[in-house]
């Protein structure tokens, strides 16, 4: 990625790799709450931009930037040798405070004078107008901007109301300071001395300005609770380096997606540009770190329940029951000139809600927090049946009615990701295929929970809706020439016969009969699809198909997942690891084993998987698609309701021992070992610890 990020909680900085944020008209910034509290951060030496040596964001809580200073004659006189000064840029957010602390060595044999420049600004700029997404039809203004030579600061009327304010302090008396935002000092140092200069940047909204606490201490205690996230987490150690970093990764990178907005911890969705809640992302992504945090999953139902729809409002897409897309909080948001506080424009984000919430409660047998979300469950239902299915056919299906709201409302929403063979996009209202293969799984896996809870007439009634949706489904969404589902239905109740990746995600409700649900498998495996880093969102050979677009053919980690825990739970092993491989060969390819949002659909013969130009990342549903390896490889499908775990393992080609620990199941942990001694010889399973309380089955 050709930015550098950093985030805690609900702030989060973005600079390049020099750690310069460079001037108003760049994206880079210290965001809150969709705002950008600081628009401008740039260091010279001597006037003059220090040169790169090393960029490093590892840990996502903490970077750090090593730069050096360039080679300054003038008339023969030497006025500072090259590399004679070494800085480095030491950051990382606390307490919704920015630390910045620049060290600056000299590493010469004479003494050193130099000139140090730091330059400020900020635009308090909402995030849709950083990123050219919506136009204001108004705006507020900076009304206060002070300065003297330890500290700056900006204020900004909002048209929403709302104040918001940037203070910047340093500890070390700046020798001249502009109104502009313009800090020099005067720096001399002898060899190998070292001096220091710490930046303290302190966002706020409304007079609710954060504690500031000593450096020392504010990094101390960011570093003790990301190693308590560690300890706690699910383990995974084998003998592949890369699945091992693969995992490690998206472990650090889901931590740093959590925010806690009241609720608990929340997975937003990704950075640099979607760190707020959404409906869909948040939902997947908590369901994808079942295995390694249910508590993530509860809290992000109770926000989610929080904010359930209960008007008809068409300006935001919202109907009662309906649970949100997208949450802002900025200036465009706030003063009503986007729908986005909260945007309700998803059809998918209802049935995943009340999907999370079985597989929650059966990963956990926690029943008491479902019997808690009962009513807002119920009030899903009721959308499902009522405003999801506007006619009445069967068939949850969207329809845009906000005039700045989102045409395409599934997970796949670029205004091209839904086209016929005949290349016409297919018209509203349009029924998406896996989101029938959702709310068929929310209901059927809810039914036995309300029945433990004593709602059995609801749970029958379920069961009848279920089975009335599996009898009509094939008839319906099944394409005999290609031997697949098409990805939707359109106005007219015509299929839209375009090959995707969207009926992989059937395989894990079990609406379509195993001799189907194979051939999509082995479908989604195949060249047309598979082309050896990941299924494509989009075969080769359908008319959308571009392997550089969003959605039409490009490679989705998180689209991968979902389709692995359907393969996983129905046994086809073969496919399921062509998949794994698939993954892991991506993943070593990119910066820290991260998998990114997206990236291009190129096959094996380029060498190496292509990034998407602005793919985000971290993104939470892509670091959730690590965990999700760990859980298809053990075949894992636990069910607290009737204490029993079954493992259904395999190990893709190249990888012979997988060892997992800590892994939280039920009422306690499990850890389990896979071993072959090479990839001919059948897999031993080994059952280290179990506190679950659950019998564990395992299938030969």
């Known amino acids: 990625m050709n930015y550098r990020v950093i985030k805690n909680n609900d702030v989060f900085l973005m600079t390049d790799h020099h750690g310069d944020i460079q001037g108003n008209s760049a994206q880079g910034g210290l965001y809150m709450k969709d705002t950008r509290f600081l628009s401008k951060l740039e260091i010279t030496l001597n006037g003059k931009r220090p040169l790169l040596l090393s960029s490093a964001a590892d840990e996502n809580f903490l970077a750090r930037i090593r730069l050096t200073n360039e080679h300054e004659e003038t008339d023969g006189e030497v006025k500072l040798w090259r590399e004679s000064v070494e800085l480095i840029r030491e950051r990382f957010i606390y307490g919704e405070v920015l630390y910045e602390t620049l060290s600056m060595t000299n590493y010469s044999t004479k003494a050193l004078n130099f000139d140090i420049g730091v330059s400020f600004d900020a635009d308090f700029s909402d995030m849709f107008l950083v990123r050219g997404f919506q136009p204001a039809e108004e705006l507020g203004k900076v009304t206060e901007r002070n300065v003297n030579k330890k500290e700056w600061?900006?204020?900004?009327?909002?048209?929403?109301?709302?104040?918001?304010?940037?203070?910047?302090?340093?500890?070390?008396?700046?020798?001249?300071?502009?109104?502009?935002?313009?800090?020099?000092?005067?720096?001399?140092?002898?060899?190998?001395?070292?001096?220091?200069?710490?930046?303290?940047?302190?966002?706020?909204?409304?007079?609710?300005?954060?504690?500031?606490?000593?450096?020392?201490?504010?990094?101390?205690?960011?570093?003790?609770?990301?190693?308590?996230?560690?300890?706690?987490?699910?383990?995974?150690?084998?003998?592949s380096k890369v699945l091992n970093g693969l995992f490690d990764r998206g472990v650090q990178d889901l931590r740093v997606l959590l925010t806690d907005f009241g609720y608990g911890l929340f997975p937003v969705a990704g950075l640099p540009w979607y760190a707020v809640p959404f409906g869909r992302d948040s939902l997947i992504a908590a369901f994808q770190m079942l295995p390694l945090n249910p508590e993530v999953a509860r809290d992000t139902l109770k926000m989610m329940a929080d904010y359930q729809g209960t008007d008809v409002n068409p300006w935001k897409d919202e109907q009662p029951g309906k649970i949100?897309?997208?949450?802002?909080?900025?200036?465009?948001?706030?003063?009503?000139?986007?729908?986005?506080?909260?945007?309700?424009?998803?059809?998918?984000?209802?049935?995943?809600f009340i999907l999370l919430a079985a597989e929650y409660a059966h990963w956990t047998g926690d029943t008491d927090t479902i019997a808690k979300l009962l009513p807002n469950i119920e009030k899903a239902l009721e959308w499902i049946s009522g405003h999801g299915d506007r006619d009445k056919d069967g068939w949850v299906e969207y329809y845009q009615e906000s005039s700045k709201g989102i045409a395409n409302q599934g997970w796949k929403d670029s205004a091209d990701s839904v086209v016929h063979k005949s290349g016409e996009f297919a018209v509203a209202p349009i029924a998406l295929v896996e989101v029938q293969g959702y709310v068929y799984q929310a209901k059927l896996r809810l039914a036995p929970i309300l029945e433990r809870l004593g709602h059995n007439e609801l749970a029958q009634q379920l069961r009848d809706e279920a089975e009335r949706l599996k009898q009509a489904f094939d008839g319906a969404f099944w394409m005999s020439d290609e031997k697949f589902y098409a990805i939707a239905l359109d106005a007219n109740k015509d299929q839209v016969q375009s090959v995707t990746s969207n009926p992989g995600h059937l395989l894990m409700s079990h609406l379509v009969p195993e001799d189907k649900a194979r051939l999509v498998a082995q479908r989604l495996v195949a060249e047309d699809m598979f082309g050896g880093y990941g299924i494509r969102t989009m075969s080769s050979g359908s008319t959308g198909y571009n392997p550089m677009s969003y959605h039409d053919g490009s490679v989705w980690p998180h689209d991968n997942s979902m389709t692995l825990i359907g393969m996983s739970r129905l046994g086809f092993k073969e496919e399921a690891a062509t998949v794994v491989s698939g993954m892991l060969k991506a993943a070593e390819h990119f910066e820290y084993n991260r998998l990114p949002e997206l990236y291009c659909g190129y096959d094996e013969s380029v060498g190496y998987p292509v990034s998407y130009p602005v793919a985000c990342s971290p993104q939470a549903w892509a670091a959730g698609t690590s965990v999700v390896l760990i859980q298809s490889m053990l075949g894992l499908q636990p069910d607290a309701l009737t204490k029993s775990i079954r493992?259904?393992?395999?190990?893709?080609?190249?990888?012979?021992?997988?060892?997992?620990?800590?892994?939280?199941?039920?009422?306690?942990?499990?850890?389990?070992?896979?071993?072959?001694?090479?990839?001919?010889?059948?897999?031993?399973?080994?059952?280290?610890?179990?506190?679950?309380?659950?019998?564990?089955?395992?299938?030969?």
């Open 153 to 239: 600061y900006a204020a900004y009327e909002g048209v929403d109301g709302i104040r918001r304010e940037t203070r910047i302090v340093w500890d070390t008396e700046a020798d001249s300071m502009s109104e502009q935002g313009d800090a020099s000092f005067a720096v001399s140092l002898q060899p190998t001395e070292v001096k220091k200069i710490t930046f303290t940047v302190i966002p706020s909204v409304e007079g609710k300005h954060p504690v500031i606490i000593p450096r020392e201490e504010a990094i101390a205690e960011l570093q003790r609770t990301y190693e308590g996230w560690s300890k706690n987490a699910t383990k995974v150690n084998s003998d």
């Open 647 to 700: 493992l259904d393992p395999f190990l893709p080609e190249g990888i012979n021992r997988l060892t997992v620990t800590d892994l939280p199941v039920a009422d306690g942990r499990i850890s389990v070992e896979l071993r072959r001694d090479q990839d001919s010889e059948p897999l031993r399973v080994e059952i280290l610890d179990n506190s679950s309380g659950c019998s564990i089955e395992i299938i030969e």
């Open 324 to 352: 949100m897309h997208e949450l802002r909080n900025g200036e465009l948001a706030r003063s009503g000139q986007v729908p986005f506080a909260p945007y309700y424009g998803s059809i998918d984000s209802t049935p995943l």
